[in-house]
C-alpha cells in the first residue's frame, strides 16, 4: 500500500490532516506526519530530519507520497530525499497536491490498492473537485477522463496505465446499471464518497456513476475526487453502471452502502434540533474529546466539584504576623507536597511532578510579591496570594507553546493548596460509593494522584489536554481518560451509565448495548492485553542469537520496589535515597535509614539492590544540610563531593547499607565521581563503618560489591583508573549528557542540545563499556537514555550489561531486547558512532528499526 506524508510547518494542522485522512479509510492506509520544529520559542516550520522519519516511518516498496504546505516545506522534504538511500529514493514523491484535499484524496486512493501513479493523479485533481463543486474554474471537462495515467516528472518506468482501464478487451460483457436516490443529509460529501469508493475498489469491475439529477457524465466510481466532482445531495438521484465479470456483485454492494444511508443515522439527524435542547448530547449520546490515557471504561457518572476557595480581601494592622502565617501556609503546604510524592502509587519519575510544585513555593518571582502585598498594601495572606497566583496563571496560559500553557494548571493547583492551608480545610477525599467514572471540570495533579484505580475506573473532563500533568498521572496509574469534552458532560446525573474510550478519545452517554457489548470487548481485549504484557516482562531480556542483558528499576520510594517487580525488573539498578532526606528538618538517623533500606531489600529478596549514596546538591537542594544557593550548583558541591566534606552524615548512610546487607544483594554506588581521590576516601570512609561494626559484632555483607556513577566527563577519560578501584560503573547519562554538552538539564531551551544520543555521548559510553570490560568489571546505564526505545539498539550494541530505568518502560525494553541480534544491535551502535548530529542517530536508529520489524526472524538466527 502506498504510504503519504504530510508535511506542515504546523504540527497541529498537519496531525489534524492525517486525522481527517485516516478516519477516510479507518486506519488502513501507512500515513505519518511532520509538522513544526522543536523551538519552544516559535513551533512554526518543518524539520528535515523529521520529514526523513515521517518517510522512512511508512515507506514500502510501493512508495510514498509526500504532500507539503509551502516555502521551507518544500525545500525539508527535498532535502529529506538526500539521506535516504539511493534505491529507495526513485519511490518516493512529492506532490505539488493542495495539502488537506490531496492528502485525503491519496489515502483514499491508496487505500482502495491503487498503484503509485493513481494515487498521485487522485491528490492532484482534489483541487479540481473542489472547484467544480463550488462552480468555479475547474469542471469535469478539465479533468481527466481518459483512465490511461502519465505524469510529469514521473520516471519513465513508473508511467503505466491503470489496472481497471476502461473497456476494450470484453466489450461483448454488457454493462449493468442501477438508479438510486441519495437520502442522507449532506450526499455524497467526503466522508461517504470515501466510502463509495472504497467500496467499489473492491471490485474488478468497471464501474462508473453520474447524478442524474445534475445530468452529469459519467465518472469513474473508484475515483474520490470525480465522485465528490458530481456534486450529489441530497434527493439526488445517481445511476451507477458496471461492467465486468462482478459486476453484479458489485452493484448490490454500493446498493447496500446508499440505502444504508453510508452509515449515518438520518432518525438521528432529523431529530437532531430537539435533541439539542437536551441534556444528552447528540449522535445516540456520543461525545468526543481529547484522548489523555488508553483503555475502556464502562460505569456510572462521579460528578466532582472540587471545592475552589473564594478569597476576600481584608486590611491587616500586624502585617509581621500575617507575613508569619503565610509562611506556615507554605511549609504545611511543602510538607503535604512532600507525603503525596511518597506515598502515591506512582513512580519516580511521574512523582518528580510535584518536585515542581516544590519549586514553585520556594520560587521568590511567587513568594516576593506576596511579601510586598502584605507589608505594603497590608493585604491579607489570602488576598496577596491569590492575587499573585491569578497573575501567574494568566500568564502561564498566554505562551503559545501549549505544553507549556498546561503548567498553569499546577500553578492552580499549588495555590489552592496554600490557601486551604491559609484557611484551615483540608483536601476534599475522593469518597466514591461504587466503582464510577470520575466527571469534572478538570483535575488537578493532586487529585489524580491520589486515585484510586478500583474505585475511579475512568476520568472524563471538560477541560485539560493530554499533556497536562494529570493526564500523565492517568496513564501511569492505568485509569483511562477523555479530557476536553463539552461541558454538557457536567449536566449528567450522578449514577447515569456511561462509557469512554481514551484511545480514540469517545464517551457515550447511557450507551446502547451493541455500544456496551463492543467497548467491553474492547476492555477485556485491553485488559489481557496489559496482562500479557506484564506476564512476558516476568521473562528474561535475551536477544534472538541468546545474549542476555540484566533490566533493573530506578527507584526513590519504598512502593516503587514492588511496582517495579510486578513490571518484570529483575532488581534495583539505582535507589535515590535522596527521598529518605526530604521533607524533614534534621538529617535522618542511621536507624530510620536501616528501616528504609530493609523494607526495599525484603521485598527485593535476593535480587540486586544497589544504593547509591546521598547525591544532594546541583537540582536537589536540601536546606537543613546548610547547602548554600550557587551560582553554578550543577558544577558546584553536589554528590560524593559534599559526602567527604560531611564524613559523619555520609559515614551513618554507609552504616545503615551494610546493616541492610546480610541476606541480601545490596550494593554501594557512589555519585558524581570526578577522580580516583574521590572514590578512594569514598572506600575509606566505608572501610572505617565497616570496622565499626566488626568491632560492635554488628553482621554485614562483606563481599558487598562497591561501584561508582560514570556522569562526568573526567570520569569517562580516565575509566580505566576507576575501574581499578571498584565492581562496577553504572553510566549516569542525565548528569553525563549535561556535562559533555554544556547544557543544563533543567533548561528548556538547551533542551535539544542535552539529547543524550548525541554521538558524542554515545562515543563516551563506548568508551565507558570497552575501560569496563577491559576492567573485567561488569557496566549499567541508569540514566533516562535507558528507557528510550532509539536508544535500545545503539545500548546493546555497545555491549551494555544492565539497563536500569523507570519500572513502567520495562516491558516495551525487554520485548525490544528480544527482538534483536547482537550483530544488528552493534551494526547500528558502529553507525551512530560515526554520525555527526543527535537528530540523524535518531533518524538511522528509526530507520534500521523498521527494517527490523519488518524482517521475519529465522530458524538460523537462534542459538
Ligand atoms: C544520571 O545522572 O543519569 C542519574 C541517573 O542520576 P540523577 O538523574 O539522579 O542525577
Ligand atoms: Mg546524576
Redesign the pocket.
Known sequence: MVGIVIVSHSRQLAEGIRELAAQMVQGKVPLAIAGGIDDPENRLGTDTMQVYQAIASVYSEDGVVVLMDLGSALMSAEMALEFLPEEQRYRVYLCEAPLVEGAIAAAVASAAENNIEQVIAEARGALAAKAAQLGGGANLTDYPKNTTLHFLNLPEQLSVSSSKEQPTTNEEQQTKEIRLTIRNQLGLHARPAAKFVATAARFQSQIRVRNLTRDSEAVRADSINQVAILGVRQGHEIAIAAQGEDADGALAALQVLVEANFGEDDAVLKSRSAAQTEATPPFKGELSGIPASPGVAIAPVFLYHPTSIQVQEYYVEDAEAEWQRFQAAVQTAQQEIQALRQTTQISENEAAIFDAHLLFLADPALIDPVRQHIFEQRQNAEFAWQTVIDELVAAYRKLEDAYMQQRANDVVDVGQRVLRSLVGITLNTLDLPQPSILVATELTPSDTAQLDPTKVLGICTTLGSATSHSAILARTLGIPAVVGVKPEALNWNNGTLIALDGEIGKVWVKPQPDTIAALQAKREAWQAGQQQALAKAQAPAVTRDGRQVNVCA?IGRITDAQLALEYGAEGVG?L?T?FIYLDRTTAPTEEEQLAVYQAIAQTLDTRPLII?TL?VG???PLPYLGLPPETNSFLGWR?IRFCLDQPDIFKTQLRAILRASPGHQIKVMF??IATVAEVQRAKAILAKAQTELRQTGIAFDQAMEVGI?V?VPSAVAIADQLAAEVDFF?????????YIMAAD?TNPRVAKLADALHPSVVRMIHQTVQAAHKADIWVG?????AADPLATPILLGLGLDEF?LSFQAIPALKQAINQLTVAEAEAIAQAAMKLDDAAKVRASVSALQKKTRERKPTSSDVG
Not at 553504572?730 to 549535561?738: A, E, F, M, P, V
Not at 546505564?781 to 537514555?785: A, K, N, P, Q, V
Open positions: 530506578n539505582l535515590r535522596e547509591r547525591d546541583g537540582d536537589k554528590g555519585p558524581m556513577m556522569e553504572s553510566i549516569g547519562t542525565n548528569d553525563l549528557t549535561q538539564r546505564l541508569c540514566g533516562e537514555l536500569s
